[in-house]
């Protein structure tokens, strides 16, 4: 009867300390949840660290440094665009992708960066990229684009878009 009742004792034991610590693993997970930012929720249910929530996901993996705008580099951007995205993008009107003027007051700088160098993944990956490939229904394939041609585009973009903060 001794051992019954030890035996007894020590079931309860076992399984009030077994009770005790799973409630305060799944407390403290709840908590960790609580601390986090809406944005951080999202960023996180998505596999997305804050930053590629922001700024895409891709080789910008930093803010970008722009200055004025450089004609230069505006030359090179809008040959590039009339020649590997116009097939698809338009600046004042939707076609096959979404207008492009004003582009850089709906997405970052380094956002679009990381679409025109790493549109797979981000179409992909990125909740913003899947809504727009929900609405026009066309992926967005990768044009040979170097870094430099991608900031080239980018600069286009600044020099059309008709917000004055941005020129």
């Not at 949840?33 to 929530?53: C, D, P, Q, Y």
Request: hydrophobic share 35%.
């Amino acid at each position: 009867m001794k051992n019954y009742k030890s035996l007894f004792v020590g079931v309860l034991a076992v399984l009030f300390l077994t009770g005790c610590g799973g409630e305060k693993k799944e407390s403290a997970k709840v908590d960790s949840n609580k601390n986090m930012s809406k944005k951080e929720r999202i960023a996180k249910k998505f596999g997305l660290t804050v930053f590629e929530l922001d700024n895409g996901i891709g080789p910008i993996k930093e803010k970008l440094k722009l200055g004025p705008i450089d004609p230069a580099m505006v030359e090179k951007g809008k040959g590039l665009f009339e020649t590997k995205c116009a097939s698809c993008h338009k600046l004042d009107e939707r076609f096959t992708g979404p207008a492009q003027r004003d582009v850089i007051e709906r997405r970052s700088p380094e956002y679009i960066m990381n679409m025109i160098l790493n549109p797979e993944e981000m179409l992909n990956k990125h909740p913003e990229a899947k809504k727009m490939l929900a609405v026009y229904m066309t992926k967005m394939t990768f044009q040979n684009v170097t870094r430099e041609e991608a900031r080239d585009i980018l600069e286009y973009f600044r020099s059309v878009d008709t917000k004055k903060e941005n020129k």
